[in-house]
């Protein structure tokens, strides 16, 4: 059995030292043994399979490994990030340790209902920065006397959708067979808002 520890950073002038030194720490206390540390510099916006956190799980990982990370974050910036990495692994029988949270995610329903919500609470995290950059674009529509620049589209086309970058986590919801308005709930939409995008973006389980 052997156990892994993922640093990830964004870019090269963030230290994942610290990272390093709270897993450490954990482990010790934990008599967990020795840890492989994997580094990746990269965003976590950039989907997991090519990032080598993918590698990892998807092509190093045995079965009844470890994988210690210092915060949910680490793994990813999107609910279907989270949940897809602790799905491949709990298919080898591997456990993930979320060092900051104290928390041991394995096949319990405790574990599955604090990962989503966890891995939920990051997504709005993400949302709420997007919705400031896009408050800021939105200041600079405006024109020196007040008024409102104009920006046309083409007749016909589809606007684009505060819910697009939620597009993956609404069919996954959808496939597993939850209400429209548990979804609505759970990613802090609007229920008609919803079903409108649903439909106007012909979406099927």
């Known amino acids: 059995m ?44 950039k989907d997991w399979k090519q990032r080598k956190i993918g590698d990892l799980v998807l092509n190093v990982m045995k079965e009844s490994d470890i994988l210690l990370v210092n915060e949910y974050s680490r793994l990813g910036r999107s609910l279907l990030d989270i949940l897809n990495i602790i799905e491949e692994l709990k298919k080898k029988n591997c456990k993930i340790h979320i060092v900051r949270e104290s928390m041991v ?66 069919l996954l919801l959808m496939k597993k067979d939850i209400s429209k308005s548990a979804i609505a709930k759970m990613l802090d939409i609007n229920y008609q808002t919803l079903c409108s995008y649903i439909k106007t973006r012909e979406l099927a389980a």
């Open 2 to 45: 052997a156990t892994y520890g993922y640093l990830r950073s964004s870019t090269k002038l963030q230290d994942s030292s610290y990272q390093e030194s709270e897993i450490l720490s954990y482990s010790n206390r934990n008599k967990i043994g020795n840890v492989e540390f994997i580094t990746d510099v990269v965003s976590g916006a």
């Open 105 to 170: 995610i394995d096949d319990s329903l405790n574990s599955t209902l604090f990962t989503f919500m966890m891995g939920l609470v990051s997504q709005i995290e993400r949302d709420l920065i997007q919705s400031r950059v896009q408050e800021g674009i939105k200041q600079k529509r405006i024109n020196d006397d007040g008024t409102i620049k104009a920006w046309g589209r083409p007749k016909g086309s589809i606007y684009k959708s505060k819910l697009d970058d939620k597009k993956e986590d609404i």
